[in-house]
């Protein structure tokens, strides 16, 4: 678990303290707000108080803005009364994130392992909050404690992919005049790893109000999850649902829906980095999804399809296994192909393995290099007007070449000997 440095526990400590005070005295009208709230919005573990938010770092539970619906910003209340009590939506915003989740309970399983990473979960909630009513050995996770966890495991993983990428919050404009006043490297256009506003995620229980929010408030209708860019607020989102037929229902499984959470979000914090300009190539956003995705599990793995395309059914999830085969039998896809796709139709179950395998190999490389790729890859933009000046493609392979010394060739021999010695031959 990441530890804050001192200086930031002892303003947390002061944070709370003042906001337990303002609790206090605030009571009646928080006794009041629980009269005038339906029970369900009434969160068993804060109280919806503010010393409570408080201790989970949450700016609120709303209303807060939240995307569009069509080309005008619409807030989290407007998709509330769209929804009347049909869909019971549960909101907060985190320093990074606004979520909204009509998830339901979950049992935990009897899986040894699997109780084991939820009480690892819920541990790393109690000891950061210090809510007792939290209890890590609990039997089910309520709609509530969901909720807290996919907040958690988002921050968590804007960490990391921040940490990676060798950036903190500071280093990124506040605002426009922010913006204007900086020279030099172009950092993107606001504080959330280049973007002007947070990130969005709407996981819905059913698939009919997810399919109703998207015609509604983005004029889509498609088969999986959407990715969306809501360019007038400057957010980038990812909706899907749990019962979902073309994900097999497997994303009422929690542990399934963490997975394909932090591979949506490994699309959204990459396009996002120094602002969502274009789209990074597809080699780089979906190998490092499934990096990422399998960290959480290797039995639930997501797979990002063209427009119109039907899902990748394949259940083989030993990726070692394949990606060694692949090495072996010289089957695998050339990088100097993959690195030219455009479209993630383009992909087919090796592409997947082959490209999840690169990343693989070139993570143990460390994170400078990582570092330097990602923004290479990322710096065909004018740092003065933020436009595209240079071609997307080309400027991805002077990365590798720059930055890890490799071209596609040569990348190709090196991960196909690393394959060969690292992955298992059954």
């Known amino acids: 678990m990441n530890l804050p440095r001192p200086e930031k526990t002892i303003a947390r400590a002061v944070h709370l303290a003042l906001l337990a005070g303002l609790a206090c005295t605030l009571a009646p009208l928080s006794a009041q707000a629980d009269r005038d709230t339906p029970r369900w919005r009434i969160d068993p573990y804060t109280r919806n108080e503010p010393g409570g938010l408080a201790r989970f770092d949450y700016v609120s539970y709303g209303p807060f803005e939240f995307g569009q619906r069509g080309a005008d910003p619409c807030t989290s209340t407007d998709i509330d009364e769209h929804f009347g009590d049909d869909c019971q939506i549960l909101w907060v915003e985190t320093p990074h994130y606004r979520i909204g989740t009509s998830l339901e309970a979950w049992a935990v399983p009897f899986d040894p392992k699997l109780k084991a990473k939820i009480r690892a979960e819920l541990e790393e909630m109690k000891e950061r909050t210090e809510i007792s009513k939290i209890n890590p050995k609990t039997r089910k996770l309520d709609p509530w404690l969901r909720l807290h966890l996919f907040a958690q495991r988002l921050e968590n993983h804007y960490a990391e992919v921040s940490a990676k ?145 039907p899902p990748l059914d394949n259940p083989q999830w030993r990726y070692e296994l394949e990606a060694r085969k692949l090495a072996a039998s010289d089957e695998f896809v050339p990088m100097a192909e993959a690195m030219n796709w455009r479209d993630f139709g383009q992909m087919d179950f090796d592409a997947h393995i082959s490209l999840w395998s690169r990343w693989d190999y070139l993570m143990t490389l460390g994170d400078d290099k990582f570092a330097g790729f990602i923004r290479g890859a990322k710096g065909q933009i004018d740092p003065l007007s933020g436009a595209l000046n240079g071609d997307v493609l080309a400027g991805t392979r002077d990365a590798l070449r720059e930055h890890y010394k490799m071209t596609p060739l040569v990348l190709d021999e090196r991960w196909k000997e690393w394959a060969l010695e690292t992955y298992p031959a059954k």
């Not at 959330?192 to 983005?218: C, I, M, P, R, V």
């Not at 999850?225 to 909706?239: A, E, P, R, T």
């Not at 019962?243 to 979000?265: F, K, T, Y």
Request: some cysteine.
């Open 165 to 309: 990428l060798g950036v903190t919050d500071e280093d990124f404009p506040k605002d426009d005049d922010d913006r204007k006043a900086r020279t030099g490297k172009y950092m993107g256009e606001g504080p959330y790893l280049g973007q002007k506003n947070k990130y969005l995620f709407l996981l819905f229980e059913k698939t009919e109000h997810y399919n109703d929010y998207l015609a509604s408030f983005t004029g889509r209708r498609t088969i999986g999850g959407q990715q969306w860019n809501f360019m007038k607020v400057d957010s980038l989102l990812y909706s899907c649902s749990a019962d979902n037929p073309s994900e097999g229902g497997r994303l009422r499984d929690d542990l399934a829906m963490h997975g394909h959470v932090i591979h949506a979000n490994t699309h959204s914090l990459l396009n996002g980095y120094l602002h969502y300009n274009y789209n990074m190539p597809v080699w780089i956003r979906e190998g490092l999804a499934h990096w990422f995705e399998r960290r959480v599990t290797e039995k639930f793995n997501s797979y990002t399809r063209g427009e119109g395309a």
